[in-house]
């Protein structure tokens, strides 16, 4: 099992000793050990040869993740959102109207950010915990308005949705064939299928404490080439301002394993290490086992009384609700002094909600060893819970 | 001494073996093996009571750096210039005029930036190595112009001139008293004295990679208060567009430990160590021991005829000149071949500038190993070097 730190917990009389911790959030995740030793390896210059190698076969690795050898994937030191950022100034024309799709808080973040950027920003809303629905989205489109872009999250962290991102950016190809369309992938990036060119996409954002099994701070930019096209003046209405996250100065620099400035040389490292081990170990199959673990966490949960919150459940998180009675956050300091780190709800999900995840580096035990954490905690909290009750149906599909 | 990695470099029958290169370049730097073990620790969360203990003690440490304690040091992920934008942004209103201090790639790098921001730009120059004149910047602001921000750099790394902010910025409060002094002390922090309050600086941007010998991937805002109040509504004008870098929006949230997006924890984690070792290290004795090294170097270079190139020299990097004959590439590879990284000369200066540094983790017998190697990068080339003539003068200079 992994996802075990030096920071004490409890007296060490509990199950888990003083000196480990699960962190079992969505994000930032367990990573593998090869990927702590190359963060330890003695600093290296950005401009020499060796560095520059390491730069090109993340940007290669990273395409071939996202299913578009030889695309340009640009890395930006950052969080996610300054990645999405980036991404959207390059892309679309400053002031351009843009439909923002808003099913959680990520969602939300996305409108704020772009009406904070000055686009004419409208919303089409879904429930939190629901997937957006194919034909109320092409109803939309027909009907009211033909935006210039369109945001989407793929993965909803918040709610534990998995939009259906193909199905989606096809109507908005039927629809609204000019809109470019901008998907937050921050959480589904190696964890879910994702494939930008096959659907048609305009930009793929995601970040490196997610999937990818890397410590946050670096961010990942896919355009599609539409995208890098009409972003380079604007539709003549120029582009937002920005420099150093300016896409376009940076495109020629990247592709010789350059960058405008200094690079986390460190992280780059690391996500040469971690990205050689997850292509290495098959990206199929590690998106299969996301989703097999996630799928026993959530039966964890429904053994509990906690019933599965996503109508379409991504592989990234085990987004659950409490039972009546059962505070969220004391499930999670429960767990906590446990040793075991899971995620709360966000925002209006925050008391009932649970988000435990096994999308850092981990294996089926860690689910097992979840699902038992919960059964404690449910105990701790003076639920009778019978011995292995939520264990038994974790292992029932991890076996299937 | 420090800074050995693992690149293989040479067949081993140099003088360094084949598993060691030391990396003497002005940033990245190397850093202490205690950083780089808390690099190497498991990922932790950054909503955890211990992630926001660190980064509090992060800012405050760095607070004790800038010898402002209490003041808010902002922490961001990126790189110096990203940590430069976003407090030109968060601190000068939209549009402002705004006069750039050149001397350097750096100095013009703002002044791009700044154009590229929506500022009316002007430019202040000197003549790359020289110091700014304090009379010649009075003369300017008396009879031309009055701008509401002016933007400085403290120490140059591309000329290797440590400017008098000081001075520099009295003369701005006295001739331009409403005008924000934005000062690039990127190489400076944690090198050379920097008392932005008592200086009546407005900003100060850092890095992580520098003097604080961390891996790069953290940037550094310090605002004063009237840039913390002017900014809140641009005098009216509002702000140039930020999001993932509004440091106003993140202000309250840093207080408290906890950041609007997920920050790059392990170098968070890092920086800690980092700092605390600084700390308790002694700056006042650190910064007088990069200023003695630096002489060293300097020293070194003018037993080879290679002549100082900054007129008032930084402790950050020692800037020289190669003598007639002798290309600056060939001497950066020729020490690469032997296992030593320094810099070489950007822009207009490659062909004939030098930069090695001692401004990460070292002591002393790193300024007497990068004297032997110059000597022997002399020789490689054909120069007939008494054996120690670098490394003498070296010493000398250690020892006053």
Known sequence: MSGRGRAPVGDGGGRRGPFLTGLYAPGPVAVPPEVLEALARPVVHHRTDAFRAS???VRAALAEVLEAPGDDVMLLTGSGTTAFEAALVAAVPRGARLLALRGGKFGERWATMARALGYRVREHDV?????????????????????????LVHSETSTGVLHDVAALAAVVRAHAPDALI???????????ELRPRAWGLDAVVAGSQKGVMLPPGLGFVWLSERAWARAADGDGRGRASAYALDLHRERPRQRSGDSGTTPATSLVVAA?????LLLEAGLAR??????RRNGALLAAGAALGAAPFAERPTPAVAAMTTPDGLAAPDVVRALAARGVRIAGGQDRLAPCLLRPSLLGHGDDYDAVVLAAALEDAWRDLGRAVPHGAAVSAAMAVLDR
């Open 55 to 57: 730069f090109l076969r």
């Open 127 to 151: 429930a939190w915990g629901r997937a957006f629905d194919v034909d109320g989205l092409a109803r939309r489109l027909t009907e009211r308005e033909r935006p210039e872009a369109v945001t």
């Open 182 to 192: 901008l998907v937050d992938a921050v959480t589904s990036l190696a964890a879910a």
């Open 272 to 276: 040469d290490v971690a990205l050689g």
């Open 286 to 291: 590690r998106r299969e086992a996301l989703g």
